[in-house]
Every structure is written in C-alpha cells, then in structure tokens.
C-alpha cells in the first residue's frame, strides 16, 4: 500500500525563524510529489516537483524532491504569523487504465506565533 | 477564473439518512476527484472522473456511496443510507487532462456530520 509520512505533525517557531518540513514516501508507479496549505478550508497548491535535485522557489518557500532517497523538504525561511497552516505532501500516482490518485500525509501543523 | 466549488459547506444529518453533496471543478478540467479526510487521518483517495466516465473507484467505501458527472461537469456524491463512520470532510479537486503531470486543485471541502 502507497504511504506518505511527514514530519514533524506540530510545529510552533517565532516570527523570523526558518522552519524545514519533511516528507518521506513509499508508493508504486510515481508520478509527482505535491505540497499544498491548508489554512480554514481549501488546501492551496504550492509546488509540484517531478525531478531530483531540482529546487522549487517561491518567495521565501522552496522545496526539492530526492526521487533516490525518496523524499521531499520545504523550506520556509523569515516565517510569518500568515505563514501558520496546516502543509500537506502528497504523491501523485499512476493506478493503471488512465487514472492517476494523490495519496497523503497526514499533514505538519506549523504554527508561527509574533 | 473561479476556483472548486463545493456545496453545502456543511451538513449534519442522523444515521439511516440520505445526504448529496456537490463539487463543480474548475471550467475546462476534465479530471474529477473525490477525497475524504475523517477525524485524525489522512486525506484519501475515493474516486477519479475523467468527464462523465468513472476511471478509478478503487477508494470508495461501500456501496452505499454513489458518484455522479451526467454532462461531464459538476459532480454528486450521494451517501444512502449515511453511517456514523461517514463523518468528514469530503474533497473535490479538478486537473486538466495532460500527459503531463497535471496540478489537482481542491475545492473548499463538505464537512459532514452524522449523529
């Protein structure tokens, strides 16, 4: 069965304070791994990362994928109070006739108090 | 561009009931997904519409879920009769039909409780 674990699962830093988030991954058929934030209602997507070795940026978050290793990092530098969610990784995969899934984490709560 | 929508937000309804929830994806995605999170586990996977035809349902429960796309637009996922292990919050999410790796979009989410 296709597994995604993250961690930590809670996380509370200060303002300012650079936080790095995991994700490790055991799946069949892989196609994509995903990061979204989760703040009251839709999860948003952040990055999606197909290649090793290959850093995604977006303002102060990044992420990189180790297809050998099997996981994934994002990185959040100068954290703000808005930055607080709920960071979900999931694994997009191929599960035959035409059809692709996600499988999740459980998700790393960070919490990023003034 | 309008992002997932999904209605109700909400629902509470007491065992044995009927419940519909409804997902429109985003205008001119062709792939459709239902996920579920219950209380303290992950998000899963339910099922996968590419238009109106069903591609995967591997993850649906039981029978007493049905999922609908007459039309190839909006979707429906009935739960008849619901149970209390229904309870959650249940996800949409639409993607454009690629080769590609095609980013999937969440909806909102229905929160559902049954009593």
């Known amino acids: 069965e296709d597994k995604v674990v993250q961690s930590p699962l809670s996380l509370v830093v200060h303002e300012g304070d650079t936080v790095t988030l995991n994700c490790s991954y055991e799946v069949t058929n892989f196609r994509s791994l995903l990061w979204y934030k989760q703040e009251k209602k839709a999860p948003t997507f952040l990055f999606m990362l197909t290649s090793s070795g290959i850093e995604k940026k977006s303002g102060r978050l990044s992420s990189i994928l180790d297809k050998k290793e099997l996981f994934s990092i994002l990185n959040i530098t100068a954290t703000q109070t808005g930055d607080s969610a709920v960071y979900l990784c999931a694994v997009e995969t191929y599960s035959g006739a035409g059809s692709y899934q996600l499988t999740f984490g459980k998700g790393t709560k960070l919490s990023v108090i003034p | 561009e309008a992002g997932v929508t999904q209605f109700p937000s909400h629902s509470v309804i007491e065992k044995g009931q009927t419940v519909t929830l409804r997902c429109d994806p985003i205008s001119g995605h062709d792939n459709l997904y239902w996920y579920r999170r219950v209380m303290g586990k992950e998000i899963k996977f339910l099922l996968h519409?590419?238009?109106?035809?069903?591609?995967?349902e591997s993850g649906m429960p039981n029978n007493r879920f049905l999922a609908e796309r007459t039309g190839g637009t909006y979707s429906t996922l009935k739960v008849q009769p619901a149970e209390l292990e229904d309870s959650g919050v249940y996800f949409c999410?639409?993607?454009?039909?690629?080769?590609?790796?095609?980013?999937?979009?969440f909806g909102p989410g229905t929160r559902l409780l049954v009593l």
């Open positions: 519409f590419v238009k109106e035809s069903k591609q995967d």
């Open positions: 999410a639409s993607s454009q039909v690629s080769l590609f790796p095609g980013t999937q979009y």
